[in-house]
C-alpha cells in the first residue's frame, strides 16, 4: 500500500523549532516533487514549501521565507521540514504530498487527483 505519513509536530512556545518528516511506504519519493502544507479549521489547505524530485528546485511561501527549510533526507525516503522561529501564527495541521512540478506554484491544486496525501500533523504554537 502507498502512503505518506508525516511526523514531528507537536506543541512548543513562540521562537522555537521543530523538525517535520514526510516518509513514504511503498514507493519512492525520488522520482516526485514533494510540497507541505499547511490548514487551519475554517481555512483553505496553504501550501508553504516544494522541493523537486532531484532536490535543486525549491520554493517556499513569503508567510515562511527565512524560516523553513526543506530537504530531502539522506539517505532515506524522506523529506523533512525544518521550522525556526516558530510563531503562534504557524499553529495548523501540516500535510505532506506529492504534486507536480514546483514552478507550478504552491498552491493546493498542485496535487492531482492521483498524488498522495499524509494524515497531517498537528503543530501548535502557544505561549
Known amino acids: 500500500q502507498k502512503q505518506l505519513v508525516e511526523s514531528g509536530g507537536g506543541l512548543v512556545q513562540p521562537g522555537e523549532s521543530l523538525r517535520l518528516s514526510c516518509a513514504a511506504s511503498g514507493f519512492t519519493l525520488d522520482y516526485y516533487a514533494i510540497g507541505w502544507f499547511r490548514q487551519v479549521p475554517g481555512k483553505e489547505r496553504e501550501g508553504v514549501s516544494c522541493?523537486?524530485?532531484?532536490?535543486?528546485?525549491?520554493t517556499y511561501s513569503d508567510s515562511i521565507k527565512g524560516r523553513f527549510t526543506i530537504s530531502r533526507g539522506n539517505p532515506g525516503n524522506t523529506v523533512d521540514l525544518q521550522m525556526d522561529s516558530l510563531k503562534p501564527e504557524d499553529t495548523a495541521v501540516y500535510y505532506c504530498?506529492?504534486?507536480?512540478?514546483?514552478?507550478?506554484?504552491?498552491?493546493?491544486?498542485?496535487?492531482?487527483?492521483?498524488?498522495?496525501w499524509g494524515q497531517g500533523t498537528q503543530v501548535t504554537v502557544s505561549s
Open positions: 522541493i523537486s524530485s532531484d532536490g535543486r528546485d525549491i
Open positions: 504530498a506529492t504534486r507536480g512540478p514546483c514552478d507550478y506554484g504552491l498552491d493546493h491544486t498542485t496535487v492531482r487527483p492521483y498524488d498522495y
